[in-house]
């Protein structure tokens, strides 16, 4: 490999520039010396040939995050609590290495004294176990960005280094990958040479796997004609071209969205994360602030334009962005993330900030990646206060993955109803050595153990067995487990079996009923439409609340429903979760089935799945149908309605539907609507005496300071905006008087329900 050639006078005065600004870390933007040096810095190493500059003369697959890690990089440079916590954590999971300096605070002593140390990283570690160093040349932290990408001959054999131009005058940085390279005897990749020069970071990339890519347009934008780095131009067809030969990027998979107004790095990691092949962990901001619309808009594009590997719609989860102490978010404030998050084998680092909003990031990070360790790792405090150079975990680290892995590719299934053929499993797996056998293990129960299902081969590396029909209602969970020919074991998800993926068996689809209603307190006349600024705000949970609340339910099998049902927009944006209940023609008090299930913004009630009508497994007959919400009065049909495998229509938003008893609904104009105010959750709005509905709010808020406000997904949200308030515009106290007389407060509204 051969040295960066740099033009003399150019290297004194950049490399003592860069020594000066190393002492304390340079930024992850560029420093403000750094804007002068940048093309000089390109025009040194225009003839640079470092590595193997020309295409890998095979098909590469690039590693995802998630996969088996070997190794898990960090230049010592700065941030060294964070540091030495990332450090702790990994090394329970992989080899660490870190970059070193040959002498002084950064040396190799002075960080095992460190590490060995109590001090602001935390308790001393207990040992230096599964940590390397690697004495090298190197200018800042930001390792995610100037670190290698990790490539595979063949899917599974050969590993190779992959090495972009880093967009900084950072040489040093720049050619990090070729010391790494020597140090695990890995050979490098370069695109650093024309006409195969590629800018590019990693920080702006995230990899499925199998072909599937995501970046920001800044890749676009720095090696086209407004690029300063690159030494030829490049269209868009060509940095696409690039990406599948250098990195198996399949054509049309290369997915880019627009780079975001607020977000001065422009690095997807900052607001998003893949968490598998089929699901995006992406921030949200509160509506219509900061850089909520852009990536509103990139969603949505996401949504229309692409699917993931298996050809369905790719999972959307969602994390809340957390704001500065203020409450303020960027451009006026630092940008927070809890999606700079590093995957290391069983455990996940993420970065957290003040525990008001790090209890909900952690929990979303534990409900979807069952049986990993999650972990928090504070970045805006003073002694470690990262996020402030627009930088958190996932910037200053890069993993190697195992250098021969054992790959398997798995559809995790979804809801099933029985068919008298059991639910098959099957999975793409790959090893160099062979694969020796195969087991789906399955179990209704995870206290109980789970039984293991031989995989049988089935061509094109596909395994397959069939989890036998189990009762309906049945949670059932499952994982695979593979065996290499040459002994090699690899289970996924690869935290089983603490971890794994799970679905419920649900019963045939029988009696379908589409309803229609509005809910008072989200119902805007002017649209016509209610406001979903609850799932807007991520509040509205995936677990149906009414369990949870004290509701009884009886036989429901739809308990929860999925990310991508809550990322959908428009009249069919999902508002809240209801129940709707079939009962007794002849007793209607008497409830035979519940259903908890999902209102859209256009009153549409629909299942689990956000599109398919409510349904429900009894006799075709005449039935009761009512609907119950936890802050509004429930509203039954008025007679019995005929139900059978044809969809039955119940539009309670129409006067001339009937229903039981008197003044059941509020009319709002020409439309009809279930009244709203029932924050006690008993089945009677009252304004005063005991059991009222106007107190909880005052507690919800804080009784001594009423003027206060909380956030949350609450009973006493009234209104269904996300904020309890009991005094000023937007309160959920007021509805409560006037649905009961403004003049005659002591009035009662009971709940026409028998």
Known sequence: MKLLRLIAAFAVALLSSISTFAQRGLPHGLASHEADLIRAYRDSRASDDRG??????????????????????VSWISFPSILKQIVRYAKEECQVLILCSSSGSNSQASISSYLLASNAGGPALANLNNISFLVTPYNSIWMRDYGAECIYQNEVDSLYLLDWIYNRPRPNDDVS?????????????????????????????????FGTAFSSNLVIDENGPS?????????????????????????????RMATLPYDGIHHIDMHMKLLDEETLLIGQFPAGTSDGPQIEANIAAIQ????????????????????STGGAYAPSADYRTYTNSIF??????????????DTTALRIYREQLPGYRVIGIDCDESNGNIISQSGALHCITKAIGAS?????????????TNTGSGYSVSAYLRHQSGIANAQVYWTTDTLQGYAALAMLPTG?????????????????YYYIGAVANNGKVQMRPITAPTGWWRFRVLAGPQLPVNMKLFLEGAYDSGTGLMRDDLRTQGL???TEPYTAAGFTLVNNTTPGTSAPVMAITGGNAIVDWVVVEVRSATTPGTVLRSRTALVQRDGDVVSIDGVSPVQFDLPASSYHIAVRHRNHLGVMTGAAVALSNVPTSIDLTSPAFGTYGSDARKAIGAVRALWAGNAFADGTLKYTGGGNDRDPILLAVGSIAPNNSIAGYRTEDVNLDGIVKYTGNGNDRDPILVNLGSTTPNNSRPEQLP
């Open 460 to 476: 094109g590396n596909i395994w397959s067995a069939t989890i036998p029909d189990q009762a309906v209602g049945s949670m059932i």
């Open 344 to 357: 290391i084998n069983r455990t996940i680092l993420v970065p957290t900030y003040r525990p008001q909003y």
């Open 227 to 255: 690029g300063v780095y690159n030494q030829t131009d490049k269209t868009p067809a060509q940095v696409d071209a690039m990406m599948n030969t250098w990195m198996g990027i399949n054509p049309g998979r290369y997915i």
């Open 52 to 73: 193997v500059t020309t295409p890998p003369p095979f098909a590469p697959r690039t590693m995802a995050e998630w996969e088996e890690v070997q190794t898990l990089c």
């Open 177 to 209: 990958p070729d010391a790494i390279g020597t140090f695990k005897n890995k050979a490098v990749y370069s695109t650093t040479n024309a006409p195969n020069d590629l800018v590019h970071t990693g920080g702006n990339f995230m990899a499925d796997g």
């Open 540 to 542: 509205v949970p995936l």
């Open 304 to 323: 229309q334009n692409y699917t993931s590997v298996y050809g369905t719609p790719y999972r959307i989860v969602r994390v809340p962005m957390p704001p």
């Open 404 to 416: 021969k892995p054992l790959l398997m590719r798995h559809q995790r299934l979804s809801d099933r």
